[in-house]
């Protein structure tokens, strides 16, 4: 490893790629808040220390010579990094204070993110963690605290609790509906329905139980996710089968319509799980418990 003598300094580094960006030294001056002449002594000594000229200074202005193109992208990089690791130790606290989660992407945009903001109210002091993922769990040896899946209802999930069962709304937004309004199932054939294309087998579902006689036209274009599809729908593309409580807002508000109280019971379920070793955690514990406690309440309202 070289020693530190032998190393620039961040200062330095971070004036390089300030006159790079701006070719120009007294506009990098301006925006590091320092003197034209701080800048020129901060690369002139940076050059010296590497053996390279960095830039070409002409009459007009400066570029950057070969060996200045080559650098730069590698200081750029070694930059963000220190910034990353900085900003994430600034940000840790006690580990027994955060959540990792890992949820589906619909779950997090359309029902998490508004439900922590009410946890966080009641809970003060736990900070959460959230990526999104979705598909089957492949084991539980993970970072993540929490696993929320929608998968098919079953008693075997080790290390699950079933939050909900999916029933999914059938929902349009208002200006559709407004302008052509289902008032019976032959009403339907008036509109498109919005495809999902990695559970493509629901809308036979919905139809089989629901209108069984009538004719459906898709949308031409089909979506991965709930969330994508209820874009859909507010641009009044067509109709969507979106889980209820991720609708629900909406729906009292109006926005969308659950036309002739149309429903789909899937035979899939949230599920939330959550390693052996995290179990007796008692941030987890506590989120996991109000997870059920929402989830319970909802489904009595």
């Not at 070289?2 to 390089?16: C, E, N, Q, V």
């Not at 690369?43 to 400066?62: K, M, N, P, V």
């Not at 036309?259 to 899937?266: K, V």
């Amino acid at each position: 490893m070289l020693s530190g003598s032998t190393l620039p300094s961040i200062k330095a580094l971070r004036t390089f790629v300030s006159v790079a960006h701006n070719l120009s030294f007294s506009k990098a001056a301006q925006e590091l808040c320092v003197t034209q002449g701080a800048v020129s002594k901060q690369i002139a000594a940076l050059e010296q220390q590497l053996g390279q000229a960095l830039f070409e200074r002409h009459i007009d202005g400066i570029t950057l010579t070969q060996m200045g193109e080559q650098y730069l992208p590698s200081i750029l990089e070694a930059l963000e990094t220190v910034q990353s690791a900085t900003a994430r130790l600034k940000q840790l606290e006690d580990d027994e204070e955060v959540v990792n989660l890992d949820v589906t992407p619909s779950f997090a945009s359309l029902w998490l993110i508004d439900a922590l903001a009410r946890y966080q109210r009641e809970h003060e002091g736990i900070r959460f963690n959230i990526k999104t993922g979705d598909g089957p769990i492949r084991g539980l040896n993970t970072k993540s605290d929490i696993i929320i899946r929608c998968l098919p209802i079953s008693a075997h999930y080790e290390n699950s609790t079933l939050l909900t069962g999916e029933n999914l709304l059938l929902v349009g937004s208002a200006n559709l509906l407004s302008a052509h309004p289902i008032t019976t199932l032959d009403d339907l054939t008036l509109h498109r329905f919005i495809p999902h294309i990695t559970r493509s087998h629901l809308w036979e579902q919905f139809r089989e139980q629901s209108s069984p006689k009538t004719p459906m036209t898709f949308y031409e274009v089909g979506f991965e996710h709930f969330f994508m599809s209820l874009e859909a729908v507010k641009n009044n593309t067509g109709l969507a089968l979106v889980p209820d409580f991720m609708v629900a807002p909406l729906v009292a508000a109006k926005q969308l319509i659950n036309p002739l109280n149309l429903n789909l019971s899937s035979q899939y379920g949230y599920y939330a799980f959550t390693p052996n070793h995290r179990l007796s955690t008692r941030r987890v514990y506590e989120f996991n418990h109000w997870l059920q406690q929402e989830f319970t309440a909802s489904t009595k309202q």
